[in-house]
């Protein structure tokens, strides 16, 4: 009970905190965020008709068919998610903010990068707590459920694309004889935000799980067991194997560390001779063991 308090603690305050970036750095840059939020964005610009609502108008509806067709506990934190935002952004556009706007007039680079970077870290502590920014991300739960073969790679690619291509027309600006002047300025606004919100929202999502695997072919099996679990503080699986060519008997030990440990290891196993050792990254792990007290 506790546990799920805080989820939606860390779910209203990461909703308020997409909020203030909408308002403070994405609005006055003229370019679309990603998914159909830069939908929502691009109908405020051309329309005057407030994010807020519109991101109601089209999560709400999204958000009842999740909890029917997806996940229930998804479906509702999402569903709370996408309330706390769109109000949010609703207060705030009363309140008179301008002084606390970045509207760049010529380096718009700088107001994108923050923007995509605060939007990876609720992107990435949202989907910690099995919650969604909406839009998007509710489609691409529905999808991976009822098809879990399909790259929903492709289908998010190909949203981003049209609403990036959509801003090249949106934000065309009327020149003095009335003629219509286009700029491919927002459209790579719109990819750069893309690039860095799904970068850093990854980083936040697995990149504190990062380790590294080291499958260890050797005749010192007992020695380096013994290491990796007094010094190392690591526990270790063994495999007994044969040699392909000398159909000689060796023990394979496979122990994966933490980024920290990694020199540690590469020392550890400079000691013995007999032995070699393939290292590879680990994007996320899961699970836990504890060691047994004697």
């Not at 009363?94 to 700088?110: G, Q």
């Not at 032995?275 to 990254?281: L, Q, S």
Request: net charge positive; with cysteine; aromatic share 16%.
């Amino acid at each position: 009970m506790r546990k799920q308090f805080f989820a939606y603690v860390r779910i209203i305050l990461l909703a308020v905190l997409l909020a203030f970036n909408y308002e403070l750095f994405i609005v006055d840059n003229h370019f679309a965020p990603a998914g159909l939020n830069g939908v929502a964005t691009m109908v405020q610009y051309k329309c005057g008709f407030s994010i807020g609502y519109m991101a109601l108008i089209i999560n709400v509806p999204l958000c009842v068919l999740a909890f029917f067709l997806v996940d229930k506990d998804f479906a509702v934190k999402s569903l709370v998610f996408c309330v706390v935002y769109s109000f949010s952004f609703l207060f705030l556009q009363s309140l008179d903010l301008e002084r606390f706007h970045y509207a760049a007039e010529v380096d718009t680079i700088f107001p994108v990068m923050i923007a995509g970077l605060l939007s990876g870290v609720v992107y990435g502590l949202g989907f910690r707590v099995n919650s969604s920014t909406g839009g998007t991300d509710i489609i691409a739960k529905f999808i991976s459920k009822k098809k879990p073969t399909l790259n929903f790679f492709w289908v998010s690619f190909t949203l981003n694309a049209i609403v990036a291509a959509a801003s090249f027309f949106v934000y065309a600006k009327t020149g003095e004889n009335g003629e219509l002047i286009y700029n491919y300025k927002p459209v790579v606004l719109c990819v750069l935000y893309c690039f860095i919100s799904s970068y850093s929202g990854n980083l936040i999502l697995k990149g504190y799980q990062s380790a590294y695997k080291f499958l260890i072919i050797t005749t010192h099996a007992e020695e380096i067991e013994n290491e990796i679990v007094k010094k190392l503080r690591h526990g270790a699986t063994r495999i007994h194997g044969q040699g392909a060519y000398s159909h000689k008997d060796k023990e394979v030990i496979v122990c994966v560390v933490n980024k920290h440990q990694l020199m540690d290891f590469e020392t550890l196993l400079k000691k013995y001779d007999d032995t070699f050792a393939m290292v590879e990254p680990v994007s996320s792990t899961v699970g836990n063991f504890k060691f047994i007290k004697k």
